[in-house]
């Protein structure tokens, strides 16, 4: 099945990777949102555990090795076209993992990877779902240390 004009949703998982105070954002490389800061993350397989898919994505698009510890939230990415049709239709679950450390290196679908501050994810990214994401997860996360 094609994820563009899909005749059902695809799962996605979605990563908040922590490394001490700060997130891991990727710039897309590919629709949708293509161009746009966020956060790494990909369709999951056949087989593949919410945390597994979690592991992989994060490792294709910036070589990084992380721990999945909990699920955030759920959230629907729903991008229709010019006619209104539905052009992509994920659900995404968002996973929460830490990382020990590397700098990440763009790979798969990033054209771009970087650790930044909270603050600096509230200016650079775009999708009002992705900052409620990465609230949602800092706030669990402060509530547990």
Same mark, same amino acid.
């Given at each position: 099945?094609?994820?563009?004009?899909?005749?059902?949703?695809?799962? !996605?998982?979605? *990563?908040?990777?922590?490394? @001490?105070?700060?997130?891991?954002? *990727?710039?897309? !490389?590919?629709?949708?949102?293509?161009?746009?800061?966020?956060?790494? !993350? @990909? #369709?999951?397989?056949?087989?593949?555990?919410?945390?597994?898919?979690?592991?992989?994505?994060?490792?294709? =698009?910036?070589?990084?090795?992380?721990?999945?510890?909990?699920?955030?939230?759920?959230?629907?990415? *729903?991008?229709? $076209? #010019?006619?209104? #049709?539905?052009?992509?239709?994920?659900?995404?679950?968002?996973?929460? /993992? =830490?990382?020990? !450390?590397?700098?990440?290196?763009?790979?798969? $679908?990033? $054209?771009?990877?970087?650790?930044?501050?909270?603050?600096e994810a509230g /200016?650079?990214?775009?999708?009002?779902?992705?900052?409620?994401?990465?609230?949602?997860? /800092? #706030?669990?996360?402060? /509530?547990?240390?």
């Amino acid at each position: 099945m094609s994820r563009q004009y899909p005749d059902r949703p695809w799962v !996605g998982v979605g *990563v908040v990777v922590f490394r @001490g105070d700060h997130v891991l954002l *990727v710039r897309r !490389g590919r629709e949708p949102r293509k161009g746009q800061w966020g956060l790494p !993350g @990909g #369709a999951q397989e056949v087989g593949e555990t919410l945390f597994d898919c979690a592991v992989r994505e994060v490792l294709e =698009e910036t070589g990084l090795h992380v721990r999945p510890y909990g699920v955030v939230t759920a959230i629907d990415s *729903v991008t229709r $076209d #010019a006619a209104g #049709a539905v052009r992509f239709h994920y659900t995404i679950v968002e996973v929460a /993992a =830490e990382c020990d !450390g590397g700098d990440p290196v763009p790979g798969d $679908d990033a $054209d771009a990877a970087r650790w930044v501050s909270l603050e600096e994810a509230g /200016a650079l990214v775009e999708w009002g779902d992705s900052l409620r994401v990465i609230e949602l997860a /800092a #706030a669990g996360r402060r /509530a547990t240390s």
